[in-house]
């Protein structure tokens, strides 16, 4: 992105962009230790699925070098095993973490220097790679998008949610850098906002058209036929194409079912988890009450009101009309192509969140 990064490595820490303060302040704040690393995956200084494994990726490599003993591996694994704890439906945390703890596997023996430096590098290729994936996918999805339509997205899978670019929003942007003349509706995105705080942003930023709505006009403007199609990223994806995403999807996959809108999910392939047979199976963050009884620090509900705040919901797969992933472009039969598109790299393996990978 040309005016603003999401997270980068400079000179031995790592910088993010607050997404808590967009869009009226932009701050980067500077992490020289890990654990204010894993602090912020956590308080959603920086979120989306891929830019959260590339700030576990970068965390690790930064706790690597306060390690006292880093030749041991009960240390680096006590270290993966804080950032595994920080949030648990996102998979692409976990696929770094597992990626991050094969090349300490590699060079445990080589030396404290030569970890450091080999962990640095792979956090900077996760980092990097992220991008050069968004873009591949953005080229296959746009193939998706016909000529002058208004897509809508849910939440904010753009460049803000990633290394650079963007999932969902990559493909929204690659249309519109093949001159493809779209539009784009933005649900506000309830109750953390990140349609309207964040998507609406990024959409200013490019010069793109849009139009923010709230989450309960999206029924309307499908009735009406304003809605062309729908693009949304994900937090995980199950082997049966069950998708994970922002709370509201689901609803939003429902309502384009029932009007029929096509329902596209945009899906690096580091966010499809094989070793997870369907949507049931994914865990679902219960975040802070106070997120929905408060909107910018203002109490909007009664003192003492029971609040139910799931951070996700599950897609089922019936529901997607593709999954676009930086492979190509899937569709149903998913438990079938989507094996194909990843490979049997995956790995059955404990991760952080008790499941079987």
Known sequence: MGDFFTIEWQDGAVVM???????????????RDYRGVARAIKDMVIRGAPAIGVAAAMGIALGARQLKKIEQSEEFERLCQEFAATRPTAVNLFWAID???????????????????????EAIKVHDEDIAINRRMGRFGATLIPKGATVMTHCNAGALATAGYGTALGVIRAAWEQGKNISVFVPETRPFL??????????????????????????????????????VGTDRTAANGDVANKIGTYTNAVLAARHEVPFYVAAPTSSIDLACPGGEQIPIEERSAREVTHVFGRQVAPTGMRVANPAFDVT???????????????????????????????????????EEK
């Open 17 to 31: 962009l607050d997404q808590r303060l967009l869009p009226t302040r932009e701050i980067y704040r500077t992490y």
């Open 99 to 121: 990626r991050m703890r094969a090349v300490y596997d590699r060079v445990r023996k080589q030396g404290r220097d030569v970890i450091c430096a080999r962990l640095e590098r």
């Open 194 to 231: 990140q349609g309207a705080r964040l998507t609406a942003w990024e959409l200013q930023k490019e010069g793109i058209p849009a139009t923010l709505i709230t989450d309960n006009m999206v029924g309307h403007f499908m009735q009406k036929g304003k809605i062309d199609c729908v693009v």
């Open 316 to 354: 089922p797969h019936d529901l997607v009309s593709a999954i676009i992933t930086e492979k190509g472009i899937a569709r149903d039969p998913y438990l079938k192509v989507l094996s194909q598109l990843v490979g049997n790299g995956q790995k059955k393996k404990k991760r952080g969140n008790g």
